[in-house]
């Protein structure tokens, strides 16, 4: 009787690290989009930057009224859209160092050792998104907006 008690409860602890394993290293994603749009700073560095390239759009405009020649004007212009991009892009990385920053802390939270992009999975996983969007949200100090909370 006492061996099969030892031998049922070998199984089970077994059984048991078995299954921890398995969601230790369990696969998570994040639909990153979700995440750059839902970022905390997002809207308002959006606007910000909506109103450069409108400031952009009328500095150009108003040099181009010099310029009569064809190629001269092509060349501001894509001087002009560098710039921007530059600006975009700066932005950009800076949302992107933010999120991928969080996201190996709500991995390591939520026993996940593995994070993939949505696009890349076909079947199972673990949905990180809200997660880390809770996460940027505290890592702000401020509550998560509830149009994102039921996504």
Same mark, same amino acid.
């Given at each position: 009787m006492l061996r099969k008690k030892v031998v049922f409860a070998f199984i089970f602890f077994s059984v048991?690290?078995?299954a921890q394993g398995v969601v230790a290293s369990g696969i998570g994603y994040v639909d990153f989009d979700?995440?750059?749009s839902g970022h905390p700073e997002y809207t308002n560095k959006? *606007?910000?930057i909506q109103d450069i390239a409108e400031q952009l759009r009328v500095k150009f405009q108003e040099e181009i009224l010099d310029v009569e020649d064809e190629e001269a004007i092509?060349?501001?212009a894509l001087a002009y859209e560098d710039y921007f991009d530059e600006i975009y892009d700066e932005f950009m990385r800076m949302i992107i160092q933010s999120i991928s920053a969080l996201i190996p802390e709500v991995a390591r939270t939520n026993?996940? *050792?593995v994070v993939l992009s949505d696009s890349t999975v076909i079947y199972g996983g673990?949905?990180?998104t809200n997660r880390v969007i809770e996460a940027m949200y505290a890592a702000y100090g401020i509550s998560v907006p509830s149009h994102l909370r039921d996504e």
């Open positions: 048991l690290l078995l979700i995440l750059i959006i *606007s910000e092509k060349q501001l026993n996940v *050792s673990v949905n990180l």
